[in-house]
């Protein structure tokens, strides 16, 4: 098992954004998981180092929308992290852990939130 870091685009909008900058929507992980369990998100960026950040700025040039971005920070074995809908159960599973929340990075048009385990 190696770690690697995830970042998720999920549909959506404002009814997603965190109250106050900083507090989830009531069931916002619980929809969360939802959505990455169907297949619904869009993998941004998927990597072993921090250059998810810079993959994120590059994509954040062409939102249009408020949009928001869950980082994900877990550990996979090389042939799971080859196939996408593998990374999608192995990610809703992990949103339905005890956890507390934390924002990371937020501006009129995006958001991007993790859960600290």
């Given at each position: ?8 685009e ?79 159960k ?28």
């Open positions: 098992m190696e770690h690697y870091f995830v970042v998720l999920l549909p959506g909008g404002e009814e997603l954004k965190f109250k106050e900058g900083r507090n989830s929507p009531d069931d916002f992980w619980e929809t969360a998981a939802g959505i990455i369990d169907r297949g619904e998100a869009q993998i941004i960026s998927k990597r072993q180092d921090t250059g998810v950040s810079e993959e994120l700025r590059k994509h954040l040039k062409n939102i249009k929308k408020f949009t928001t971005f869950v980082l994900v920070h877990t550990h996979f074995c090389s042939s799971e992290f080859l196939n996408e809908k593998d990374i999608f192995k990610l809703s599973r992990w949103l339905h852990l005890p956890k507390r929340e934390l924002v990371i990075d937020t501006a009129d048009n995006f958001q991007l939130v993790t859960i600290d385990m």
